[in-house]
């Protein structure tokens, strides 16, 4: 991987596939870069997977391919997990902001990063090159060198209209907390009660005077279960990151236990445990994450999604065969969202004027190869090829030097790492107790260059 030594950059007609924060970082960075750019986002305003909507879908658990699908998973209570300090993008502070309903809080809720998303639009202009109520129906490589984008827009009699253009590459940023994943339960078939998705879950009221099984471990999990506590008959949380002999009672609170995760599950309503207990239990509520799903990629079986691996991908953002023409933004996680999408934007932008060069296919596809290996040999699973845990401040300082941009900040990455560290010791006081203010007072002032 080096710099090119091209004199003038190259514009390139660009379509990025989706109006949520990883959209719309990757729409300013291209046309920073002065390429022309096309954002289809089916929705009719920006944000992703962070516009609110109480409407759940049809099959609570999300398996039917023929459901209305809905687009966000935010339940009504959620606040970020993750400080505003560390959330935003590096040139634009995600600080508090004058104005009516604004939320001050350094771990605001949901409604508080869609205005910061949209002021973020507003400021960089990005709006004017958004086509809203406009779904990719299918991408497809055309001549190996450019790619037709399919799309449909809904007209005021209902009809579609249907569009077909050829663009010089795709950005894809649909996101991925769309498509749920299910945890597999022996006898779950002959189970007599009602399983949902968290993808489903707004408001706790559902829950009320109900015995819950919730299976998951993760931010929105915890989160979840205590909102359900306080007005559930039980909880039972069952982890697969707990020994199998665990069974205990959630501290500070008189009606959740923590299990190992679920043996089987039976047709007289009994769920048991690994633990070795069983409970009578009437609702599971699958807190156990999503697929990665581009319904609209047409590749001929060449970029899949394989146990939510999708790949070939080299370094989660460009495959081999089709590079640079098609690229990923947001693919890994457990590390900070917004700043990662800006630099491998700022990637794919430098890419696509011939500012930096990619490797040979031959040299990407062995280094795929080489991740997969390692990956293996450690015993990772194959669904956590994009996570990044301890990987995700090398990977970034790597591609921002290729991209001769800053990469993130020392205290940003201190402060999500302390973030992590607490949550899990401390989720009932994590947003509003904190002990972190040296690394407050380096955050604000780097950020007085950009206020």
């Not at 995760?261 to 309503?269: R, V, W």
Request: hydrophobic letters at 35%.
């Amino acid at each position: 991987m080096q710099t090119s030594n091209a004199t003038s950059l190259t514009s390139r007609h660009v379509a990025v596939i989706g109006a949520g924060a990883s959209g719309l970082v990757a729409a300013r960075e291209l046309r920073r870069e002065g390429h022309q750019v096309v954002v289809f986002e089916k929705d009719s305003q920006i944000g992703g997977t962070w516009v609110y909507t109480p409407q759940v879908e049809t099959d609570p658990l999300g398996l039917d391919p023929t459901r209305q699908i809905v687009h966000s998973s935010l339940y009504k209570s959620l606040r970020t997990n993750l400080p505003r300090e560390s959330m935003g993008f590096m040139d634009y502070p995600f600080v508090p902001r004058a104005g009516e309903g604004s939320d001050p809080r350094r771990f605001p809720g949901h409604a508080e990063v869609l205005k910061y998303l949209q002021d973020f639009a507003r400021e960089f202009g990005i709006g004017e090159m958004v086509r809203f109520e406009c779904e990719v129906v299918s991408v497809e490589m055309v001549d190996n060198k450019k790619l037709k984008v399919k799309s449909k827009r809904r007209r005021l009699d209902g009809d579609d209209d249907l569009l077909d253009e050829v663009f010089d590459a795709v950005v894809v940023c649909n996101g991925h907390f769309t498509q749920p994943r299910i945890a597999e339960i022996p006898g779950i078939n002959l189970w007599p009660g009602k399983q949902t998705h968290s993808h489903n879950y707004r408001t706790p009221e559902p829950f009320r005077d109900k015995v819950v099984i919730l299976i998951g471990s993760s931010a929105s999990a915890m989160d979840i279960s205590l909102e359900i506590g306080g007005i559930a008959k039980e909880v039972h949380i069952a982890s697969r990151s707990v020994a199998d002999d665990t069974c205990e009672k959630q501290a500070g609170c008189d009606n959740i236990w923590l299990h190992s995760m679920i043996e089987s599950a039976h047709k007289d309503g009994s769920v048991a445990f690994r633990d070795g207990n069983s409970i009578i239990a009437d609702i599971i509520l699958h807190c156990t994450g999503y697929k990665y799903c581009f319904p609209f990629l047409k590749t001929n079986g060449i970029v899949t999604v394989d146990d939510n691996r999708v790949g070939p991908l080299y370094k989660h953002v460009f495959p081999p065969i089709f590079a640079p023409q098609l690229s990923f933004v947001g693919l890994p996680y457990r590390n900070i969202p917004f700043p990662s999408f800006e630099i491998q934007s700022k990637w794919i932008a430098g890419v696509l004027s011939d500012r930096i060069v990619l490797p040979s296919q031959e040299d990407m596809m062995e280094d795929v190869n080489t991740l997969y290996s390692t990956l293996e040999d450690s015993g990772v699973p194959k669904h956590h090829t994009h996570n990044m845990g301890d990987t995700m401040s090398d990977y970034s300082v790597w591609v921002a030097s290729l991209c001769q941009c800053p990469c993130f900040e020392e205290w940003r990455i201190q402060m999500f790492y302390e973030t992590v560290k607490r949550l899990h010791a401390n989720p009932k006081t994590l947003r509003d107790e904190w002990e972190d203010d040296n690394l407050l007072l380096q955050a604000r002032e780097d950020f007085s260059k950009y206020i």
